[in-house]
């Protein structure tokens, strides 16, 4: 059987759920499933709970592993791509390094690819997303944290030490709120979903104005990124205030991102970005005063289409690019 006709497993493991996907090489998802990730026993049940589900399944589904170009796999913390090993993955107890590769190899027979969680989902958007499998893609993620994956001529940049990309803990505000990475004022500050809520709650203290945000954060009420979005989009002058700023500080990140590789798309996805037009029209009024004329033209910002399944399907992704 040729590489073309082969299928692909993508696995996007995850702090809760781990997503599996059999698919086949055009990006067509032909079977998904997911099981609990189980963390406790420091994380040791992880793997062997992998390789027993993916046996499972090619059983339920007669079929041989020979029938597989490969399995890809999305994971937490810091991936070492010459030894196939992941470590720092702090939500799957994982603060040893794991031979994820290796074990899953031998445990299945099928050749596996690895790579770290946001640019997996990078490299989904940039195949069957919003990317149009364009070569040059910037992708930014708001979500719990902010995290980023840059895509040239059609590879994932790693840089020397697998930072490349890391746009959540570009600084851009010097004085800005403390960062769990240790600085001021990275990106992930603000424009995550406990940044958003973060600037509402600052704001709130000195606002003064007619506000239902300022009435729910007075009240102590419990109050999410988007519940802040959609005030705003009801007019209400406190949440506008902190889109504004959201919007202001991501508009400029992403101004420096689009003038450092003037990428064809920048993408925006991740929770935060299920405010849609709305909170791409405020960013890309931003991102138009700060970008560089020529850049502005030829890079566009577009928010991500596939949501959930991208970490999946650019997991199988790296089969293909290997
Ligand atoms: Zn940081």
Redesign the pocket.
């Known amino acids: 059987m040729d590489k073309q006709n082969k299928k692909l497993i993508g696995i996007d493991l995850g702090g809760t759920t781990t997503k599996f996907a059999i698919m086949t090489s055009q990006g067509e998802i032909q079977q998904r499933w997911s099981i609990q990730t189980d963390v406790l026993n420091d994380g040791n049940n992880i793997i062997p709970n992998i390789i027993e589900s993916i046996n499972h399944h090619l059983d339920l589904y007669q079929m041989q592993p020979q029938q597989f170009a490969g399995i890809g796999i999305g994971t937490p913390g810091s991936v070492n791509y010459q030894q196939g090993t992941v470590s720092s993955a702090f939500n799957l107890n994982w603060n040893r390094p794991m031979a994820l590769k290796q074990q899953i190899e031998t445990g299945t027979n099928i050749p596996v690819q690895i790579e770290n969680d946001a640019n997996v989902a990078a490299l989904g958007e940039r195949w069957q997303g919003a990317g149009d499998n364009a070569a040059n893609v910037a992708f930014v993620t708001l979500g719990t944290g902010v995290g980023g994956g840059i895509i040239v001529n059609g590879q994932i940049v790693h840089g020397v030490g697998g930072s490349a990309g890391e746009i ?2 570009m600084t851009i505000n010097p004085n800005g709120y403390q ?5 001021r004022g ?1 990106l ?2 603000v424009a995550s979903a406990t940044g958003v809520v973060r600037v509402a709650r600052d704001y709130a203290q000195e606002y003064a104005g007619n506000s239902q945000l300022k009435a729910s954060l007075d009240n102590g009420d419990d109050i999410t990124s988007k519940d802040v979005f959609d005030l705003a989009k009801q007019n209400d002058s406190l949440a506008l205030k902190v889109i504004d700023t959201v919007s202001d500080q991501l508009g400029l990140a992403l101004s420096n991102v689009a003038v450092t590789l003037n990428p064809k798309y920048i993408i925006i996805g991740g929770g935060v970005s299920n405010a849609g037009e709305f909170l791409l029209t405020h960013v890309q009024d931003k991102y138009n005063q700060y970008v560089f004329a020529a850049v502005k033209d030829t890079t566009s910002l577009r928010l991500a289409t596939l949501g959930n399944e991208a970490g999946v399907i650019g997991a199988a992704s790296l089969i293909l690019d290997n």
């Not at 960062?179 to 600085?183: A, L, V």
């Open positions: 959540g803990h960062c769990t990475c240790g600085k990275c992930e500050t």
